[in-house]
């Protein structure tokens, strides 16, 4: 069985993991102490994997140890401590005060909603001892498997599939002419060979995917981080670009002027893009604008490098 999913085609065995992804039998669930202590005796032992942290938008969760990312070593930010990403590489807090909340604890309500700082895993059965209260505040839905995984395949791919489709444009590398891509080459010369795909696992991001399609080999299948990217930007590239042009980097920085996201012209109008760290965000050929409107967010600057 294959589906085309934003775009792409995609496997049974890829589906099959989505389906393990999205829908676990065993999902991990964020609990105040209290609320922890009705569920011990039904919870299991599972391993937090960086593929269910995405799904179940676990990042940077105060007290629990859980992080978006790997830390970055402080060097590369010298005053913000252990830098912990976001899905899309936004720096989060540092681990010197992830454990702290910000909010002042004589603020009104500071001391009303408990902090879930547990994280606790249950199956179906054991989620239903929870109260609507406590489902209602974990940082996403939970969905579960069919009783009857054999019968309820068809039906958990479907649900799968929608949850990774909710939100995304599709693809468009399949309406790139032979010319664009054939002038693109020398310039970005796996640009093709990476577009219209799904990563394996969560990590490869859109620093990885932008230098890969420049000929940077194994950066595509990369978490990459700022530092090595900022490297790449400055000995590669230089000032300026036009995105009529392949090879024009798009670069988004914060206030601060870190740099939280990246893309990649391809010419004639079309833009490459992973818009985010996760499993479910496939690298994606969409036009300039609308890859430029997609990436906009508070705070953001854009600026544009050449590959020299």
């Given at each position: 069985m294959t589906a085309t999913v934003l775009g792409i085609r995609v496997t049974d065995a890829q589906l099959a993991r989505w389906r393990g992804w999205v829908m676990p039998a065993v999902q991990p669930f964020l609990l105040t102490a209290d609320e922890a202590r009705v569920v011990k005796r039904v919870a299991r032992s599972r391993r937090l994997s960086p593929e269910l942290r995405d799904t179940f938008q676990l990042?940077?969760?105060?007290?629990?140890?859980?992080?978006?990312?790997?830390?970055?070593?402080?060097?590369?930010?010298?005053?913000?401590?252990?830098?912990?990403?976001?899905?899309?590489?936004?720096?989060?807090?540092?681990?010197?005060?992830?454990?702290?909340?910000?909010?002042?604890?004589?603020?009104?309500?500071?001391?009303?909603?408990?902090?879930?700082?547990?994280?606790?895993?249950?199956?179906?059965?054991?989620?239903?001892?929870?109260?609507?209260?406590?489902?209602?505040?974990?940082?996403?839905?939970?969905?579960?498997?069919?009783?009857?995984?054999?019968?309820?395949?068809?039906?958990?791919t479907a649900r799968a599939i929608r949850w990774v489709e909710d939100g995304w444009p599709a693809s468009q590398h399949s309406e790139v002419s032979e010319a664009t891509w054939r002038r693109a080459r020398s310039i970005l010369p796996e640009a093709r060979r990476i577009a219209g795909r799904f990563p394996a696992r969560s990590g490869p991001n859109c620093f990885g995917t932008v230098m890969g399609a420049a000929g940077v080999e194994g950066a595509e299948s990369t978490w990459m981080q700022r530092a090595p990217f900022e490297r790449w930007l400055q000995e590669a590239t230089i000032a300026g670009g036009n995105d009529e042009n392949p090879g024009t980097v798009l670069v988004w920085r914060g206030a601060d002027g870190a740099v939280e996201h990246a893309a990649i012209t391809l010419g004639d109008g079309w833009l490459l893009n992973k818009p985010a760290q996760t499993w479910s965000t496939p690298v994606t050929v969409l036009p300039v604008r609308d890859g430029i409107n997609a990436s906009r967010a508070p705070g953001r600057r854009l600026e544009r490098h050449t590959i020299a």
């Open positions: 990042y940077a969760v105060p007290g629990t140890g859980v992080y978006a990312a790997e830390v970055e070593p402080s060097g590369d930010h010298p005053d913000q401590g252990d830098v912990v990403r976001s899905a899309d590489g936004v720096a989060l807090r540092s681990t010197s005060d992830a454990a702290s909340d910000p909010t002042p604890t004589d603020a009104p309500g500071a001391d009303d909603e408990p902090e879930r700082t547990s994280l606790i895993w249950l199956d179906r059965r054991g989620a239903r001892l929870l109260t609507p209260e406590a489902r209602a505040a974990q940082p996403t839905k939970h969905r579960w498997p069919g009783k009857h995984p054999e019968r309820s395949r068809e039906r958990d």
